[in-house]
């Protein structure tokens, strides 16, 4: 079973956040960062991975999506900032 992979990315600190869910991070991370598909990312300038979970299963992580984006804001950003206070891109990462 393929794992599932939750993000969100970022134009800067506090800036707009996006939340998008993907079997291959490295790739749709690369395709945000280069502004290879149309639509909210690209119009926002979303490029800054600042933060992403691991999940055992597709299913897993589409229901994960699903809660974080019913969440306000606040509860986004402490997410983000509970592992990553300076809100630095975590592409690198997941190479």
Do not use: C, Q
């Not at 690369?30 to 979303?46: A, I, M």
């Amino acid at each position: 079973m393929k794992k599932g992979y939750v993000y969100i990315i970022t134009n800067r600190k506090n800036g707009t956040l996006y939340i998008g869910v993907t079997s291959n991070p490295v790739k749709r991370i690369y395709e945000h960062r280069n502004d290879s598909v149309e639509g909210f990312s690209k119009r926002y300038g979303l490029h800054l991975l600042v933060y992403y979970e691991v999940h055992d299963s597709m299913y897993e992580a589409i229901a994960r999506e699903k809660f974080l984006k019913g969440k306000v804001r606040k509860y986004k950003i402490g997410l983000i900032e509970k592992g990553n206070k300076k809100w630095r891109g975590l592409y690198n990462e997941i190479l």
